[in-house]
């Protein structure tokens, strides 16, 4: 090893665990996936300087703990998208298509990137099903104060709403598949 790859381990060794633990539950894991980062920085020469070097073992370590949650398959048997509306004209709410999260690290990080992939999907939604998403889901306004505001009919309203949530599922679908 050489000794600047020698110096950066021992600089963000204790950080990088740090990141590792806070992200995955189990400290064997956390200590295998360090290992394997390690190593990998390793195996993969000298890098410029010590702050590339530094981004580099962040980034590695959070693809790590990804395929982790790959290879676990951490969500698989608890996420299911309820494919069957009962009534068309109901509105269909966000929260009847993303799984109940619990409150472990793994959890949470699946958590974080799930919002972080939902907020992506709703600014890809067409302008007017994005408005009515977000005025009645993130600033909670009721159907009646939409329609105040923007002057446009309830069902019509219900009606974009219920398109950007299929929308939205579809993202999700993706993602579950993913992982």
């Given at each position: 090893?050489?000794?600047?790859?020698?110096?950066?381990?021992?600089k963000?060794?204790?950080?990088?665990?740090?990141?590792?633990?806070?992200?995955?539950?189990?400290l064997e894991?956390?200590?295998?996936?360090?290992?394997?980062?390690?190593?990998?920085?390793?195996d993969s020469?000298?890098?410029q300087?010590?702050e590339?070097?530094?981004?580099?073992?962040?980034?590695?370590?959070?693809?790590?703990?990804?395929d982790?949650?790959?290879?676990?398959?951490?969500?698989?048997n608890?996420?299911?998208?309820?494919e069957?509306?009962?009534d068309?004209?109901?509105?269909?709410?966000?929260?009847d298509i993303?799984?109940?999260?619990?409150q472990?690290?793994?959890?949470?990080?699946?958590?974080e990137?799930?919002?972080?992939?939902i907020?992506?999907?709703?600014?890809?939604l067409?302008?007017?099903?994005?408005?009515?998403?977000?005025?009645?889901?993130?600033?909670?306004?009721?159907?009646?104060q939409?329609?105040?505001?923007?002057?446009?009919?309830?069902?019509?309203?219900?009606?974009?709403?219920?398109y950007?949530?299929?929308?939205?599922?579809?993202k999700l679908e993706?993602?579950?598949?993913?992982?």
């Open positions: 090893m050489k000794k600047r790859q020698e110096e950066t381990i021992n963000e060794r204790g950080r990088l665990l740090g990141f590792i633990k806070s992200r995955v539950s189990n894991d956390a200590e295998d996936i360090l290992q394997d980062v390690l190593e990998q920085f390793v020469g000298e890098i300087t010590i590339k070097a530094s981004s580099w073992l962040f980034r590695v370590a959070a693809n790590k703990i990804i982790l949650y790959r290879y676990r398959k951490v969500r698989s608890q996420v299911t998208l309820n069957e509306d009962d068309e004209n109901a509105p269909l709410m966000l929260k993303l799984p109940d999260l619990g472990t690290p793994e959890e949470k990080y699946f958590q990137i799930l919002s972080e992939e907020m992506t999907a709703v600014d890809q067409p302008e007017l099903q994005r408005e009515v998403f977000i005025l009645h889901e993130l600033e909670d306004y009721s159907f009646k939409i329609e105040e505001k923007l002057g446009i009919p309830i069902n019509t309203l219900i009606s974009r709403k219920r950007a949530v299929l929308a939205l599922r579809k993706e993602i579950y598949k993913e992982i």
